[in-house]
């Protein structure tokens, strides 16, 4: 009798492979786009002077005037880039031009690799310090003897952690923009999750999701509706009773999508769309330094634990009062680090070998970020940016009303891609659009709206944005997440358009 041979599964590709498929993507794209560039306006605060630096490379300098911003057509106080509020150079209107090709070729396709790492050298050593730090602690066996007294105090009422971590999460995206810094939550929540008897997925939809649906009704994030409103020409209370209004409802809207998920899972937990690797997770996340060992929650343990939770309302507040970026957050983590490696009673090795072994489980997750900068470095020095911007601004001039309100977060959204930056894509595209608004006899406090809905729809998705980073950190692969997220990508752009048909028939 013939013996079946089974054929090994197929698996959708790793983040690496999706995302050097992409670069050379870009690289073809620098071939077949238009190169060309808008002028460029930065303050200089050396000489407090204004620099013009037109599509040709030529210099220019102004006097820092609202008289010189008006002369050309920036409706932007000049308070704002003297305070640094502004603080990366920003496209002028109707100063865009075609340029000669700038094509890349293959051999740009390691240099941009490295060159993104290079760019992106502070949040990866912020990941490897945060490794480190988990690293160490998990070594005291203080999540181990945390985790014990969890799954006892939450038998019964599981589902009250999720919602309160994406109550938390979705808070955080709304007011301080809560996105890179919020990798640093999974290696410390998810074993968390795991306990409670959830997935791998539920682990991302309560950080990254939650966050995320924040983020995207940002209501005083500094990050994006801020600075974008600044860029916009007013004030960032405009528009901000639909922003609050949409926040609580997509923040409610995630937790009843994760509702739905988790008692799906309880009940079946094949249902799960990451079930075939819960095994392998499982062993990653709740691998015990003690196995077999019932660890006491001794004062020792208490406190470490305490000194690690504390880091992270800790970075929270840096981030959103003290003006720290991720230098000042791994340096606050390192130091945390090395008062539990002094109180831990662990010997001198035992304590480096802890924080290096844990650094070196997120190296992967530190490649993943030079490699998803490299494409964006590729598609700007192939200036096929701000030609990318400059038709997108032709689609929506001349529509009219809620026409052109909903276009504009179809554009955002496309935009998303191409920029994933939320500060970097506001400074970039809010002088060219939101005079578009003027047109239309609809206030700029719409298009403000159009830019957060839709450009964080896309990011929801991107693989140049955070979602890979993320992804690999937990080893899920993309298809699976695309299949849970699509519901709820489809909710911020039906309800975003919604809600923006809104503000402009309410006028």
Known sequence: MAVAIQKPAMRFPTAFTILFAILLLAIGLTWLIPAGAYSKLAYLPDSHVLQITNPRGAVSTAPATQEALGRLNINIAIDKFVDGTIRKPIAIPGTYERLPQHPKGLGDVTVSMVKG???GADIIVFILVLGGLI???NRTGSFDAGLVVLAQKTRGKEFLFVALVCLVMTIGGTTCGLEEEAVAFYPVL????????YDSIVCVGAIFLAASMGTTFSTINPFSVVIASNA??????????????????GGLAVIAYLYWYCKRIKADPSFSYTYEDREAFRARFLKSEHPGEVVPFTLRRKLILTLFVVAFPLMVWGVSAGGWWFPQMAASFLAIAIIIIFISGLSEKDAVDAFTHGASELVAVSLIIGLARGINLVMEQGMISDTLLAYASSLVAGMHGAVFAVGQMLVFCLLGFVVPSSSGLAVL??????????TVHIPRSVVVSAYNWGQYAMLYLAPTGLVLVTLQMLGIPF??????????????LVFGGLMLVAQVMML
Do not use: Q
């Not at 595209?429 to 003027?438: G, K, N």
């Open 117 to 119: 790492t290079i760019e």
């Open 479 to 492: 298809n699976k997440w695309v299949r849970f997220v699509l519901p709820m990508v489809g909710f911020v």
């Open 429 to 438: 595209s809010m002088p060219i659009m939101a005079p578009l608004a003027d």
């Open 135 to 137: 690293g160490v602690v």
């Open 190 to 197: 998810v074993p968390l999750f795991l306990a409670l008897g």
């Open 232 to 249: 916009a020409g007013i004030t960032f209370t405009d528009g901000i009773g639909y922003r609050v209004f949409g926040c609580v409802v």
